[in-house]
């Protein structure tokens, strides 16, 4: 974990920041695009060595060079390490076959953001079987398999962060929400429960709960909200956990837009 001093209350944008988080690896999962390129990028501007994966091989594409065109100095030089690659992470063979091949190019993973998800509104009446296995596996299986798979090396090396990227929707019921509600109140869940079974081991487990927020993800709706949250924002809660004191441990994050209409 990153250590603090004199820099609390800087940005990634300040040049005397930007190395917070040198020596550092992250996987950030769902990371092509949306929230999750936003998240990848912030880790990267401050030092970070990043992977992501997705399922798009081109969206993948793009913010790879996204990323590594941050840190570049005017000769195109020394940008920031980064690895990108196609998995499933619900399936627990390519969740392993992931965390060995970005072990091998950016080391031992410190940061993980459990980023990937998706979203399916409607009656519950009207919602489907498959509906509800694929959505529970992609929004609550994964983050299970990704940080089984990652906490052994961090209680070996005594540190990590672990942060789950949830929703408001994972705190309050809405009409249409139920097969959606029901993954994110169990992230809820999981993560407070990891975050118990590991904090002995000085890692710490996160969740960020932002409301709608202007993206692909959040559709039309929240993209015509002028007031609406933005893919930085949540970039900016997982900035504050990940270069939080080293004794200190933010166990849960809320992100609303300061204005309603």
């Not at 965390?99 to 190019?105: G, R």
């Not at 519950?124 to 609550?140: F, I, K, P, R």
């Not at 961090?154 to 009409?175: H, K, T």
Request: glycine share 12%; charged share 15%; proline share 3%.
């Amino acid at each position: 974990m990153a250590q603090m001093s004199e820099t609390n209350n800087r940005g990634a944008s300040d040049p005397l920041y930007r190395g917070a988080l040198s020596g550092a690896s992250a996987l950030v999962t769902g990371g092509s695009r949306g929230i999750g390129r936003a998240i990848a990028l912030r880790l990267a501007k401050l030092g970070a060595r990043v992977a992501i994966c997705g399922r798009s091989q081109a969206a993948l594409d793009e913010t790879l060079g996204m990323l590594r065109d941050v840190g570049k100095n005017p000769d195109g030089n020394f940008g920031a390490t980064a690895h990108a690659q196609v998995a499933d992470v619900s399936s627990a063979s390519e969740v392993a076959a992931l965390i060995a091949n970005t072990e091998s190019a950016i080391g031992p993973i410190s940061i993980l953001v459990n980023n990937a998800g998706i979203g399916s509104f409607g009656p519950v009446l009207e919602q489907s079987e498959a509906t509800w296995d694929t959505l529970l596996d992609t929004n609550l299986k994964s983050v299970f398999l990704v940080s089984r798979a990652v906490a052994p090396g961090m209680i070996a090396r005594g540190a990590g962060d672990i942060i789950n990227i949830s929703s408001l929707a994972g705190l309050n019921a809405f009409a249409g929400g139920a097969i959606y509600c029901a993954s994110k109140w169990g992230l809820q869940g999981l993560t407070a429960c990891m975050a118990e079974d590991l904090r002995a081991h000085g890692i710490r487990v996160s969740v960020v709960c932002p409301g709608s927020v202007a993206t692909e993800f959040g559709g039309n709706l929240a993209q015509n909200k002028p007031h609406a949250l933005h893919a930085e924002d949540v970039a900016h809660a997982v900035e504050t956990i990940v270069t939080q004191a080293s004794n200190s441990f933010i166990s849960q994050m809320q992100i609303r837009p300061l204005r309603k209409a």
